[in-house]
């Protein structure tokens, strides 16, 4: 990501590393906090799929194949990640309507810390924006500043 | 109520005037005094340790010494007095990010609670780190 950033903005002087060095700071958070997002979603989501799978006949033959809960945790957690096998296994076993009304159960159970969270992302890609900004605004002001004192010569 | 003293100043008592509240009673007063009170029970809005703006004036020295030939004396201090409150905000995030993280990660019950509570402090630090931003920003505008 350093190496990326310092390719795109180029930064010519101490002042504007520092600047660079922030943004990519920045860049970093936004993206664990939008790691965190997902991983609450998910967390909670594959929690509640094994609380209705368990339920189910082929809930109860994973069970006795796996002799444990861990084939129901693979199944839970590949539904969640989008695996094909999973999402098949998941879906026939669950139904469609019953995974979305349990996908909005999750949202609405975790809405004060997904809003939470949503609010960090906002106030951090802002604080990131504002900085590149002000590199920027710097980079013009320099610029009009030498184009003045070239011209006063 | 009737005043009996048929005038707006509160009757005095024993020749001694009342105790008056000595709080601000214009919305716009106790606002400025929450704002300094929560600042301080945050710690973000204390001084900056002579250790700690010392250790920054040798982590910046390439920026200082970019800045010097253009600036008086006192704007460097400014200066380095302005990363150092700026590095502490960043250390603070950093820290914030680290439990974060590590809440977003764990399975434990608690987990939940640790995350909102992260979150909270993360929202009230931001609008310390957007003050901070934006007076490194003027500081360093015009070097």
Redesign the interface.
């Known amino acids: 990501m350093m190496a990326d950033f310092d390719g795109d903005l180029r930064p010519a002087d101490a002042i504007e590393r520092m600047w660079v060095d922030e943004i990519v700071d920045l860049s970093w958070d936004l993206h664990r906090l939008r790691n965190t997002r997902r991983s609450v979603v998910e967390k909670e989501l594959t929690a509640r799929i094994i609380e209705l799978l368990i339920m189910t006949p082929t809930g109860e033959r994973l069970m006795q194949e796996g002799r444990n809960t861990d084939a129901l945790n693979r199944a839970a957690r590949g539904y969640v990640k989008g695996d094909p096998a999973s999402l098949a296994v998941v879906i026939n076993a669950i139904g469609g309507r019953r995974l979305e009304d349990a996908l909005q159960d999750v949202m609405i159970k975790n809405a004060d810390l997904l809003a939470r969270l949503e609010t960090s992302i906002h106030n951090t890609s802002r604080l990131r924006d504002g900085i590149v900004s002000r590199l920027y605004s710097r980079r013009d002001f320099i610029e009009r500043r030498s184009i003045a004192s070239g011209d006063e010569q | 109520m009737s005043n009996e003293a048929g005038s707006d100043d509160v009757p005095e008592s024993d020749g001694e005037p009342p105790q008056r509240s000595k709080q601000h009673r214009a919305a716009n007063g106790r606002r400025q005094v929450r704002r300094r009170l929560n600042a301080i029970r945050h710690g973000l809005n204390t001084p900056v340790p002579d250790y700690m703006v010392q250790a920054c004036a040798d982590q910046?020295r390439?920026?200082v010494?970019?800045?010097r030939p253009t600036s008086d004396p006192a704007e460097g201090l400014d200066l380095v007095y302005a990363l150092a409150v700026h590095a502490r905000l960043?250390a603070r995030?950093a820290e914030l990010?680290k439990s974060?993280?590590e809440?977003?990660?764990s399975?434990e019950e608690t987990a939940?609670e640790t995350?909102?509570q992260a979150?909270?402090q993360?929202?009230r630090l931001?609008g310390y780190?957007?003050k901070s931003?934006?007076r490194l920003?003027g500081l360093?505008?015009?070097?």
């Not at chain 2, 360093?140 to 070097?143: E, M, T």
């Open positions: 910046y390439a920026l010494d970019h800045v960043r995030r990010m974060i993280l809440a977003g990660r399975d939940g995350l909102r979150l909270v993360l929202g931001h780190e957007r931003s934006s920003g360093l505008k015009s070097r």
